[in-house]
């Protein structure tokens, strides 16, 4: 007999189940997903609306924001409510980063859009889009690159943004040209958000929360400032958190990195986050070819002949001789 697949609240109903049957509380079991997390506090949002302080079950490992979760009630009738989340859903999609002395920092779970977020200050930095690209493409999540303050744009920094949409709208990425600070493209990238759920990544102070801050004006979002001294952001968010908007669509606004780097990914999927590589997946002369200075690479011939942009398969090279793959 074939199998019959169980869908997202059937599992999610079994693992509650098993987690009751262990604990034999016979307390009510309510679906939620993680909106935020303070230590070990998490801040539930239950499948009815209401927001509560949770505790987390031990051994339940890391949990996010975005998870979706089975949680119980302390005390049902004391007010505020708050609760203990008992099983963690199965995840469509894990977003991590490498964190202290390289180990896994799960970012957030269930995303459909990575939004790479950079600025006209502090300056894009090439390197960590493509790794931004290359992490979304193996979630998978579809890519949108924003590159805000463009209020700032003179002839100075022209390039930079003519050289971005140049080179990611030549591949098939959709480039948004945004200013939080006046609200301009705000309305595109609404309609962008609608009916997924999304999420903003990029250096500090580039103007993530700004963005939310623009979408949601009467939620109360910390902004930061940019360092005079150095152009770079204070790090003002410190946990990512998930928003809902009115007008459709989940927004994560996640802390600012200086760097990032996608975790545990070998050769093949690197491959695969650079799209615009597809068509010569597998025809180098070699099969083990490091698409560096061996004869007869596809990748090394497209670059001859025009077909693909000398920064991104720098990029890609580089990311295959740091990450060791
Ligand atoms: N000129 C200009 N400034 C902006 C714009 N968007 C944000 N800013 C400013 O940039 C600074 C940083 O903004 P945030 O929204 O805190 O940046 P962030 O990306 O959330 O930073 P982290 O939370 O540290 O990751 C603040 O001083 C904002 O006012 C914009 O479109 N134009
Ligand atoms: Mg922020
Ligand atoms: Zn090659």
Same mark, same amino acid.
């Given at each position: 007999?074939?199998?019959?697949?169980?869908?997202?609240?059937?599992?999610?109903?079994?693992?509650?189940?098993?987690?009751?049957?262990?604990?034999? &509380?016979?307390?009510?079991?309510?679906?939620?997903?993680?909106?935020?997390?303070?230590?070990?506090?998490?801040?539930?949002?239950?499948?009815?609306?209401?927001?509560?302080?949770?505790?987390?079950?031990?051994?339940?490992? &890391?949990?996010?924001?975005?998870?979706?979760?089975?949680?119980?009630?302390?005390?049902?009738?004391?007010?505020?409510?708050?609760?203990?989340?008992?099983?963690?859903?199965?995840?469509?999609?894990?977003?991590?980063?490498?964190?202290?002395?390289?180990?896994?920092?799960?970012?957030?779970?269930?995303?459909?859009?990575?939004?790479?977020?950079?600025?006209?200050?502090?300056?894009?930095?090439?390197?960590?889009?493509?790794?931004?690209?290359?992490?979304?493409?193996?979630?998978?999540?579809?890519?949108? @690159?924003?590159?805000?303050?463009?209020?700032?744009?003179?002839?100075?920094?022209?390039?930079?943004?003519?050289?971005?949409?140049?080179?990611?709208?030549?591949?098939?990425?959709?480039?948004?040209?945004?200013?939080?600070?006046?609200?301009?493209? @705000?309305?595109?990238?609404?309609?962008?958000?609608?009916?997924?759920?999304?999420?903003?990544?990029?250096?500090?102070?580039?103007?993530?929360?700004?963005?939310?801050?623009?979408?949601?004006?009467?939620?109360?979002?910390?902004?930061?400032?940019?360092?005079?001294?150095?152009?770079?952001?204070?790090? &003002?968010? &410190?946990?990512?958190?998930?928003?809902?908007?009115?007008?459709?669509?989940?927004?994560?606004?996640?802390?600012?990195?200086?760097?990032?780097?996608?975790?545990?990914?070998?050769?093949?999927?690197?491959?695969?986050?650079?799209?615009?590589?597809?068509?010569?997946?597998?025809?180098?002369?070699?099969?083990?070819?490091?698409?560096?200075?061996?004869?007869?690479?596809?990748?090394?011939?497209?670059?001859?002949?025009?077909?693909?942009?000398?920064?991104?398969?720098?990029?890609?090279?580089?990311?295959?001789?740091?990450?060791?793959?």
């Amino acid at each position: 007999m074939a199998k019959r697949r169980l869908t997202e609240r059937q599992k999610r109903q079994i693992s509650a189940n098993k987690n009751q049957k262990a604990t034999a &509380t016979g307390a009510a079991q309510h679906n939620g997903i993680v909106i935020t997390h303070h230590g070990k506090e998490l801040i539930v949002r239950s499948d009815t609306g209401e927001t509560l302080s949770c505790q987390l079950r031990q051994n339940l490992g &890391t949990i996010v924001c975005g998870d979706r979760v089975v949680f119980e009630y302390i005390d049902p009738n004391s007010e505020p409510r708050s609760g203990i989340v008992i099983a963690l859903a199965e995840r469509r999609n894990l977003l991590q980063k490498s964190g202290f002395a390289g180990k896994a920092k799960a970012v957030a779970a269930n995303i459909d859009q990575v939004i790479v977020v950079c600025s006209l200050v502090p300056k894009p930095n090439s390197y960590l889009i493509d790794r931004y690209l290359v992490a979304a493409e193996n979630l998978p999540a579809r890519p949108l @690159i924003i590159i805000n303050k463009i209020d700032l744009l003179d002839e100075q920094n022209e390039h930079v943004v003519n050289d971005i949409n140049a080179i990611y709208e030549s591949i098939g990425y959709r480039v948004l040209e945004t200013s939080a600070t006046r609200n301009t493209g @705000i309305d595109e990238l609404q309609s962008m958000l609608v009916d997924s759920t999304s999420i903003l990544v990029g250096l500090s102070g580039v103007g993530k929360s700004s963005i939310v801050k623009d979408l949601l004006p009467d939620i109360d979002i910390r902004i930061g400032e940019i360092s005079q001294a150095s152009s770079e952001g204070k790090h &003002t968010t &410190t946990v990512s958190t998930f928003y809902t908007l009115p007008t459709g669509g989940n927004l994560i606004d996640s802390p600012g990195v200086r760097d990032f780097s996608p975790i545990d990914l070998d050769r093949e999927q690197i491959l695969k986050g650079f799209i615009e590589l597809k068509p010569y997946r597998g025809s180098c002369k070699f099969a083990n070819c490091s698409h560096t200075n061996e004869p007869g690479c596809a990748i090394t011939e497209a670059l001859e002949e025009g077909k693909v942009n000398q920064q991104r398969v720098n990029s890609f090279r580089k990311m295959l001789a740091d990450t060791d793959a």
